[in-house]
């Protein structure tokens, strides 16, 4: 059975955010990846975005996503190989049909501002989508980080679908 069009536009999306880290990786991999600042390293905010889609597709299939409950992986935070590899098999994953292998409605649970964990319904598509936007206005500050170290990454680097088009209009 083929994959339904939403599907097949997250793969597509997730595809794009993997396509950027390989980007880092070869603008900005090494010491630069991995260079301490006031804002954190950059391979710490590339860990943070991957771990989202890890969790996401390891907990999906069982109903609930807890964000919070994410395995912090240092080989992702140390290597920006092995960080794009990951967001490549998240991607792949997304388009082999991992959506369609979790249930309908998921509870998705996160700590926001001022409380403890949050339970509240979601579906496996829009959890996709939540992580694919998670990880493009989190790549906007290590595209800042690498400025700062003399690295200039594409305009559309960290930037939303929506402000591309804003910009073009």
Do not use: W
């Not at 889609?53 to 907990?59: D, G, K, N, Y």
């Not at 936007?133 to 980080?145: D, F, G, N, Q, V």
């Amino acid at each position: 059975m083929n994959p339904p069009p939403s599907h097949l536009a997250l793969s597509r999306a997730a595809r794009a955010v993997a396509q950027d880290l390989r980007v880092l990786e070869t603008l900005c991999g090494g010491d630069a990846y991995r260079a301490e600042c006031a804002e954190g390293r950059i391979g710490a905010h590339i860990r943070h975005v991957v771990e989202f889609f890890r969790c996401f597709l390891q907990q999906g299939p069982s109903g609930r996503v807890d964000y919070d409950a994410r395995a912090r992986d240092q080989a992702l935070e140390g290597c920006a190989t092995t960080a794009a590899r990951a967001m490549e098999e998240a991607a792949e994953r997304i388009g082999a049909g991992a959506l369609a292998a979790m249930p309908a409605t998921l509870v998705m649970v996160e700590s926001l501002p001022g409380t403890g964990p949050v339970e509240t319904p979601s579906t496996p598509e829009r959890e996709a989508a939540f992580c694919i936007s998670h990880a493009i206005h989190h790549l906007a500050l290590p595209k800042t980080l690498a400025r700062r170290r003399g690295v200039t990454l594409p305009d559309a680097f960290g930037v939303a679908a929506s402000t591309l088009r804003a910009r073009a209009a």
